[in-house]
């Protein structure tokens, strides 16, 4: 069975980081594409960083755009999410993604499936709330 599993979200204060992670079982990230998307309460699931697999070419939201760096280490079939300076407005569920029918290095690239949300596998979310 294809699962992902986030963990690190929680309470932070603005201008703080967090890096959360986004564990694989039951297929290999290693050829998949990823990406991690949010969704605050009353709006709709957006992308916020996706990344293709071999070259992990990254295409990132405007909001975010220096930022965050999302990251792969497939040796741990783990994806990563740093995020720096983070705002109030940053505070959502966040939601690691992936497909191994993807690459995001063909047709289908890593842009259209961060703002489609194309992806097949999602995990259950983490928070991230942003406040003093």
């Known amino acids: 069975q294809m699962q992902l599993v986030e963990s690190g979200g929680g309470l932070v204060q603005p201008g703080g980081s967090l890096t959360l992670s986004c564990v694989a079982s039951g297929f290999v990230l290693d050829h998949s594409a990823a990406g991690w998307f949010r969704q605050a309460p009353g709006k709709e699931r957006e992308g916020v960083a996706c990344i293709s697999s071999p070259s992990r070419s990254t295409y990132y939201d405007d909001s975010v755009e220096g930022r965050f760096n999302i990251s792969r280490d497939n040796a741990k079939n783990t994806i990563y999410l740093q995020m720096t300076n983070l705002e109030p407005e940053d505070s959502a569920v966040y939601f690691c993604?992936?497909?191994?029918?993807?690459?995001?290095?063909?047709?289908?690239?890593?842009?259209?499936?961060?703002?489609?949300?194309?992806?097949?596998?999602w995990g259950q979310g983490t928070p991230v709330t942003v406040s003093s």
């Open positions: 993604a992936a497909d191994w029918r993807y690459t995001g290095e063909g047709r289908t690239t890593v842009e259209s499936l961060c703002t489609t949300a194309g992806f097949g596998t």
